[in-house]
Nanobody, 123 residues
């Protein structure tokens, strides 16, 4: 079993950048495919990005070209670099782990979740 803790959220102006971190404990992140999801008030949780164990990456169309997911297995940490942030990116961002080699777009295919970190982008 793995425990996930996100950090790095905050308040940023439109056009700015943030880097979210997801630190894993209990079991190394290298054993999992990882994903980032987000949930804005009144909206459903939505897929943002995923990275497989071999570092194949996939992104939601809304963040493609602006966000980058990466993993550092030695540090058991996954990152989400977010550039050119827009007010529409405001949400709670969640890190998730999937006991599979490949990543997934579907939140119900992830077994482990962090508590979330708030990202607020002001216009």
């Amino acid at each position: 079993q793995v425990q996930l803790v996100e950090s790095g959220g905050g308040l940023v102006q439109a056009g700015g950048s943030l880097r979210l971190s997801c630190a894993a404990s209990g079991r190394t992140v290298s054993s999992y495919a990882m994903g980032w999801f987000r949930q804005a008030p009144g909206k459903e949780r939505e897929f943002v990005a995923t990275i497989s164990r071999s570092r194949n990456t996939y992104y939601a169309d809304s963040v493609k070209g602006r966000f980058t997911i990466s993993r550092d297995n030695a540090r058991s940490t996954v990152y989400l670099q977010m550039n050119s942030l827009e007010p529409e990116d405001t949400a709670v961002y969640y890190c998730a782990a999937r006991t599979s080699y490949s990543g997934s777009y579907y939140f119900n295919e992830y077994s482990y979740w962090g508590q979330g970190t708030q990202v607020t982008v002001s216009s």
